[in-house]
């Protein structure tokens, strides 16, 4: 393996996906594209598939964050899962100056599990949150 691609994050909304990621946490917009046709059927198995996707890094060559829209197929509105079951928990990212951040998004209402905090061994600073649609985000500012 070469590296990890992106992460793909399936939501609801794109607006509200964008105010959060893009204006709160200062990820960049990579790129757009709205996809339908043969291709994008065929490798996700589906019939008429139509997807807006933007694509947000924190900067040009890091690892990104894929927001995918399905128009087609409508979303199935399903329990989110807690940090303690088996698969993908949630989205660790590093950011600089996470008090600032937390502030931030405590004002503008994110559910936190507790405030940052200073890892056992003193070298990072830690909090998960969760995103609009209730997907967990591990913050991590290195110290």
Same mark, same amino acid.
């Given at each position: 393996?070469?590296n #990890?691609?992106h992460?793909?994050?399936?939501v609801? %909304?794109m607006e /509200?996906? !964008?105010?959060?990621?893009? &204006?709160?946490?200062g990820?960049h917009?990579?790129?757009?594209? &709205?996809? %339908?046709?043969?291709?994008i059927?065929? +490798?996700?198995?589906s019939? *008429?598939?139509?997807?807006k996707?933007v /694509?947000?890094?924190a &900067?040009d %060559?890091?690892?990104?964050?894929?927001l995918?829209q $399905? @128009? %087609?197929?409508k #979303?199935n509105?399903t329990?989110?899962?807690s940090?303690?079951e088996?698969?993908?928990t949630?989205?660790?990212?590093t +950011?600089k100056?996470?008090? =600032?951040i937390? !502030?931030?998004?405590k004002?503008s209402?994110t @559910?936190? *599990?507790s405030?940052p905090?200073?890892?056992?061994?003193?070298? !990072?600073?830690v909090? $998960?949150?969760? &995103?609009?649609?209730?997907n967990?985000?591990?913050?991590? =500012? @290195?110290i």
């Amino acid at each position: 393996m070469e590296n #990890i691609r992106h992460l793909g994050l399936v939501v609801s %909304n794109m607006e /509200k996906a !964008l105010k959060f990621y893009q &204006d709160l946490l200062g990820l960049h917009v990579q790129g757009k594209t &709205d996809e %339908n046709g043969e291709f994008i059927s065929t +490798v996700l198995s589906s019939q *008429n598939i139509k997807v807006k996707t933007v /694509k947000l890094s924190a &900067d040009d %060559n890091s690892t990104r964050l894929e927001l995918l829209q $399905f @128009e %087609n197929p409508k #979303i199935n509105q399903t329990k989110k899962i807690s940090l303690f079951e088996p698969g993908f928990t949630h989205i660790a990212l590093t +950011v600089k100056n996470l008090d =600032e951040i937390y !502030l931030r998004l405590k004002n503008s209402k994110t @559910e936190f *599990n507790s405030i940052p905090t200073i890892s056992s061994n003193g070298t !990072l600073k830690v909090v $998960f949150c969760k &995103d609009f649609e209730g997907n967990y985000l591990e913050l991590i =500012e @290195e110290i």
